[in-house]
């Protein structure tokens, strides 16, 4: 939600790598908070991180990971030890930077607020700030304004601190053109590949080898538990579609909210902007308003010239092509000084030399919106959305409770739950224990561990109802089981046999490969059918593995042509032979470009994080690890 005031930072990737999680547009929580004592899941310096404030995150970036998967969202790979230690870095790196930034007297002004809020794309219609459609989110989320600008204060801060790290790294040339040609060299490689399947004649088993393999790896054989099972969601959502709304509520709701549908007063304006910043020099400064004291003169004597001159003049990247055009926006969207010149002139009226932070401005007033209320038709949308979410959320409330006790209490059917709140059951595919699973809402761990319960099994009595996410539960009952078994030997004993032979011929083709590649590398003549030679980059190809690269490039450039060799996924062994060394011969500029923005980043991230356990001393860190451990119930 902040692209606005990250844009075209050079370090923001090291923000979003290092330090954040991707929080979901009203999700940002207060990062800084002192709650509890002894079981804190973590201490920074003398500031406090709660369980509470952990499970918090844990669940939000759940929530954007089951948004982004979809049925494939599993979560039971989200709820882990390693996830709660990730989630929980992050924290500890935010509380670290914000520590600092306060012993450091760091602030951010009204103003600077004021733009980052202004250009959220969520808060602008038609391309401009909306005070209405900011006050009508604010209102949905619970939010205040004090509430939401404190955190995108905060925000900001947080920004600052990364930009101040990023921006003091120092990169040499040398040390990029050095890094800048290892990443672009390029070499020339044949290939020869020994398989497997010629040296399977020559496999010869033990009698009893198929047995052994089978008697030692039983678990391999085993087939897990399985059940298939029907369920039954509630949800609000459900619930929402469910709500019907007459126009008397839309008409009533419309009438006591005037206020959430009124559009602020709304101005057009082009400027014309001399560059001349707090840090700029007096004499700079001088020039700056010496050059557009001259541009109002001229405009004065011909103000239609505007857009002319806007375009020969403005130092505004963003609207001196256009003439100067910033288009229309609304009260909160510009600075200060800027704003109340617009909003003070009339109509086509020029104002006179304007001083703000960015230098210096002549604006010209090109059209004007006076405050109006949005008509009923073009929010009756808004509306009934709304009455539907909270007339739902009423519903869900009153009936989540009774979902639970029903299909507790008659424990033996979904039927009584379903007719009761209109829902419709729904069925699922074999599952098996303890396998990953994608089949949506009853892929939740508490439901899988419910379903596989002696209760549900044996008696086939409903699962309790679980929140599975915000505002849902689920219920599930098992309609077929099979019990855990090991497949017969005579089932699996050809598979077993098949398998035993090329692996044995696998070391065979490695053991020749290995033998091949050291005489080559002796400088002996060896008999090897050589593929066509191909260029290969350390970005690598389809047709060359990674591990296979790895070994090519360790090859000496100072004594060609050298050999490596590489047993592949697939068991086949290859041998490489690397003939030239050399770089591109023609340089992709945008490639090049690339690279060396790659290598500053990489520069970047190493200071950060040096910076970071710098902090580290100075605010010490302790993590309460049973916190860690123990998973939400």
């Known amino acids: 939600m902040f692209d606005a005031v990250r844009n075209n930072k050079r370090v923001v990737q090291i923000f979003l790598i290092l330090i954040t999680l991707p929080f979901a547009f009203w999700g940002v929580e207060s ?51 390693e996830v709660r230690q990730a989630v929980l870095d992050s924290l500890i ?45 604010l209102r949905n989320q619970g939010m205040t304004r004090t509430g939401f600008e404190a955190q995108v204060r905060q925000d900001i801060v947080l920004q600052q601190m990364v930009t101040s790290v990023g921006d003091s790294v120092l990169v040499s040339r040398s040390a990029s053109d050095r890094w800048l040609a290892l990443q672009q060299e390029e070499r020339e490689i044949s290939e020869s590949a020994i398989r497997p399947e010629s040296f399977v004649t020559q496999v010869q088993l033990a009698p009893d080898a198929v047995k052994s393999f089978y008697d030692a790896n039983g678990k391999q054989f085993e087939v897990p538990e399985q059940v298939r099972a029907e369920y039954v969601m509630l949800s609000q959502q459900a619930l929402a579609d469910q709500v019907s709304v007459a126009d008397a509520e839309i008409k009533s709701w419309y009438d006591s909210h005037q206020d959430s549908y009124k559009q602020s007063e709304e101005r057009r304006a082009s400027h014309i902007l001399i560059q001349a910043g707090k840090d700029t020099t007096a004499s700079d400064q001088d020039a700056a308003r010496a ?65 703000s932070d960015f230098g210096f401005h002549i604006i010209k007033v090109t059209g004007v919106r006076p405050e109006k209320v949005r008509p009923l038709d073009e929010v009756r949308g808004e509306i009934t959305a709304e009455l539907k979410r909270q007339a739902a959320g009423r519903k869900y409330a009153e009936a989540a409770e009774a979902f639970a006790n029903l299909v507790y209490e008659q424990a033996d059917s979904l039927k009584p739950v379903t007719e009761k709140f209109g829902l419709l059951p729904k069925q699922t595919d074999w599952i098996a224990k303890g396998a990953l699973q994608s089949t949506g809402p009853i892929a939740h761990e508490k439901v899988l561990a419910a379903l596989f319960s002696e209760d549900a099994i044996k008696n086939k009595r409903n699962t309790e109802a679980v929140e599975v996410a915000p505002n849902t539960l689920v219920a599930a009952r098992v309609i077929e089981h099979k019990p855990a078994s090991v497949r017969p030997f005579d089932a699996v004993s050809s598979d077993i046999k098949k398998q035993l032979i090329l692996d044995e011929a696998a070391k065979l083709a490695q053991k020749e490969g290995e033998e091949k590649l050291a005489r080559l590398v002796k400088g002996e003549k060896v ?98 690890k049973a916190v860690l451990e123990a998973k939400e119930r």
């Open 93 to 137: 790196s935010q509380r670290l930077l914000l520590l600092r930034a306060a012993k450091s007297n760091l602030t951010v002004g009204d103003d600077q607020v004021r733009e980052v809020i202004g250009s959220i794309p969520a808060l602008q219609d038609n391309g401009q700030f909306s005070m209405s459609r900011y006050e009508a989110l």
């Open 31 to 81: 990062y800084v908070r002192n709650v509890g004592a002894g079981s804190d899941a973590a201490s920074v310096g003398k500031s406090k991180i709660s369980p509470q404030e952990l499970g918090r995150a844990v669940r939000e970036q759940q929530d954007r990971m089951r948004a982004a998967l979809g049925r494939d969202f599993n979560a039971a790979m989200f709820d882990t030890p």
């Open 291 to 355: 050059k557009v004291e001259e541009i109002l003169k001229q405009l004065k004597q011909n103000p239609a010239d505007f857009a002319k001159l806007a375009k020969q003049h403005s130092q505004d990247p963003g609207s001196a092509q256009n003439g100067g055009d910033l288009g229309f926006f609304g009260r909160g969207a510009m600075v200060r000084p800027f704003e109340d010149a617009a909003f003070s002139l009339k109509e086509n009226q020029l104002s006179e030399i304007i001083r």
């Open 527 to 624: 008999d090897m059918p050589w593929s066509a030679p191909r260029v290969v980059t350390r970005q690598g190809s389809p047709e060359t593995p990674a591990q296979a690269l790895h070994g090519i490039f360790k090859v000496a450039a100072d004594k060609l042509p050298g050999y490596s060799g590489t047993r592949l996924p697939n068991a086949v062994y290859v041998v490489y032979r690397v003939t030239s060394v050399r770089q591109p011969a023609a340089k992709d500029d945008a490639r090049s470009k690339q690279l060396r923005a790659q290598y500053a980043r990489m520069k970047a991230e190493d200071d950060f994080a040096a910076y970071l356990n710098a902090l580290k001393e100075a605010f010490p860190v302790n993590v309460n």
